[in-house]
Antibody
Framework: EVQLVESGGGLVQPGGSLRLSCAAS????????MYWVRQAPGKGLEWVAS????????YHGDSVKGRFTISRDNAKNSLYLQMNSLRAEDTAVYYC???????????WGQGTLVTVSS | QSALTQPPSASGSPGQSVTISCTGT?????????VSWYQQYPGKAPKLILY???KRPSGVPDRFSGSKSGNTASLTVSGLQAEDEADYYC????????FGGGTKLTVL
């Protein structure tokens, strides 16, 4: 079964850091682009970052550029999101998703909640 | 602000059909047959229900169908059921992943 499981969310103070992980199973992880997508409370989906299968290309959304870094470890079938200088507006559920090609995101993980508050 | 425009809400009665639009530009929706649609229930992760404009993943009812005309893609839900009440998002291949603003579908 193809599965993605996120972890690492929690409560963090403004200016703090957090590292999210996404464990993949059931498919050849290294051959797929992977994405982080977030959803603030009551809001829509927002693309955060994406990374090529071999890690050779990475892109970050404007709202997180310079603060967040996407990475992957294909030996561990894991995707990561290092989040630094966190702000209140980063509060959201963070999902990882596999891109099956041309923005066909399937599956999605269950999501992990990040709350930035003092 | 999303680059893909969806109506914030749509509604229909059980058994009726409802169509949700997703309007982009010639650089995304109009330029590629790579529009996907996602269904999301409250507190749950999104689920892929259509891809490449018209294709349904295994297990998705054929009540869900897609089409495209020019720069606008559409999701049609036929024979509405109570379980179809959810949020729906579109995305179109356009470089780095852009989601529509989402449409809340209410079954009256």
């Amino acid at each position: 079964e193809v599965q993605l499981v996120e972890s690492g969310g929690g409560l963090v103070q403004p200016g703090g850091s957090l590292r999210l992980s996404c464990a993949a199973s059931g498919f050849t992880f290294s051959t797929f682009w992977m994405y982080w997508v977030r959803q603030a409370p009551g809001k829509g989906l927002e693309w955060v970052a994406s990374i090529k299968g071999d890690g050779g290309e990475k892109y970050h959304g404007d709202s997180v550029k310079g603060r967040f870094t996407i990475s992957r470890d294909n030996a561990k079938n894991s995707l990561y999101l290092q989040m630094n200088s966190l702000r209140a507006e980063d509060t959201a559920v963070y999902y990882c998703a596999r891109d099956c090609g041309y923005y066909r995101f399937d599956p999605w993980g269950q999501g992990t909640l990040v709350t930035v508050s003092s | 602000q999303s680059a893909l425009t969806q109506p914030p809400s749509a509604s229909g009665s059980p058994g009726q059909s409802v169509t949700i639009s997703c309007t982009g530009t010639s650089s995304d929706v109009g330029g590629y047959n790579y529009v996907s649609w996602y269904q999301q229930y409250p507190g749950k992760a999104p689920k892929l229900i259509l891809y490449e404009v018209t294709k349904r993943p295994s297990g998705v009812p054929d009540r869900f169908s897609g089409s495209k005309s020019g720069n606008t893609a559409s999701l049609t839900v036929s024979g509405l059921q109570a379980e179809d009440e959810a949020d729906y998002y579109c995305t179109s291949f356009a470089g780095r992943g852009v989601f529509g603003g989402g449409t809340k579908l209410t079954v009256l």
